[in-house]
Each structure stands twice: as structure tokens, then as C-alpha cells.
């Protein structure tokens, strides 16, 4: 009776320790993301443009149409780097509820008694839940708003 007690506890710990385990990944995912469809779509505009007093006004008087920033390598399906550029992009644009997602995910695992006993594991949550409500405050602010508004278009 005690082994099944037992292990039974080890599931459910193992399942805390995985769901865990997937909000870090998604937190960390998200930062991505971001850094890749937001910034590194408004710098590859940059640059093709030569205009670098656009990245801390962009528009689409000066960069154009941001679909037309990712056009690296051949358009087709099977370009991979287009696939990641336009998942990004995609990301990028949903970035507010994705990472209100990943912070309610994160609060209630940063709670968890057994996620604190592993410093290393609480700590990587908790940078990973910051850097999600810092991602999902940046649309909310006048540059936030107008990279945005870029990416949309």
C-alpha cells in the first residue's frame, strides 16, 4: 500500500515538475518570438532601407510594407527561413495575449512548493514570467503601439 502511495506521489510531482517544465519553454519560446517577428523584422528594414532613424520610428512611410522585409530567399513554401520569419511575424502580432497566456501560466508554478525547493528551476521561471509581462506591456507603450501598427499592416 505504501508503494502505490508513493508513487503515485511521484506522478503527480512529475507532472507539476513537466507543466513546469512547458511554461519555462513557452515563456522562454515567446522572448523569441518577439526578438525575431518585432525586432528582427523592424532591423532587417532597417537595413535594406538604410533609414537607421526608423527603428525608433517605424512606419510604413519609411520601411513599407513589413511582408515585403521577410522576402529572404526564394518565396516559396519550402524556405524555412520564410516559415520562421512569417511564424514570428504572426507571433509577434499576437505577442499581448500570448504572453498575458504564459504569465498566468507561470504565477500559479512560481506558488508550487515544490518548484521553489528547485532555486534553479524557481529562478528560471520567474525571469521567464518578467520578461512575458514585460512583453506584454510593450504594445501598451507609444513605440510598442506604433511597432505594432507596423507589424499589422
Known amino acids: 500500500m505504501t508503494e502505490q502511495a508513493g508513487t503515485a506521489g511521484e506522478v503527480g510531482r512529475i507532472g507539476r ?9 513557452f515563456q522562454y519560446l515567446l522572448g523569441v518570438v518577439y526578438l525575431i ?5 523592424l532591423l532587417i528594414a532597417a537595413i535594406r532601407t538604410g533609414d537607421w532613424a526608423g527603428l525608433l520610428d517605424p512606419g510604413l512611410e519609411r520601411f513599407g510594407d513589413p511582408k515585403d522585409v521577410i522576402a529572404i530567399g526564394p518565396d516559396t513554401v519550402w524556405n524555412p527561413i520564410l516559415w520562421i520569419f512569417g511564424l514570428s511575424r ?5 505577442i499581448t495575449p500570448l504572453a498575458f497566456a504564459a ?3 507561470g504565477l500559479p508554478c512560481l506558488a508550487d512548493r ?7 528551476t524557481w529562478r528560471l521561471l ?13 504594445p501598451s507603450t507609444p513605440y510598442g503601439d506604433q ?3 507596423w507589424l499589422l499592416d
Not at 37 to 41: D, L, R
Not at 114 to 120: G, K, L
Open 17 to 25: 515538475l513537466g507543466r513546469v517544465r512547458l511554461a519555462i519553454g
Open 37 to 41: 517577428g518585432g525586432v528582427g523584422t
Open 90 to 94: 504572426v507571433g509577434a502580432m499576437l
Open 103 to 105: 504569465v498566468l501560466l
Open 114 to 120: 515544490a518548484v521553489r525547493a528547485d532555486r534553479r
Open 126 to 138: 520567474l525571469i521567464g514570467t518578467v520578461i512575458c509581462v514585460v512583453l506584454a506591456a510593450v
Open 147 to 149: 511597432l505594432q501598427t
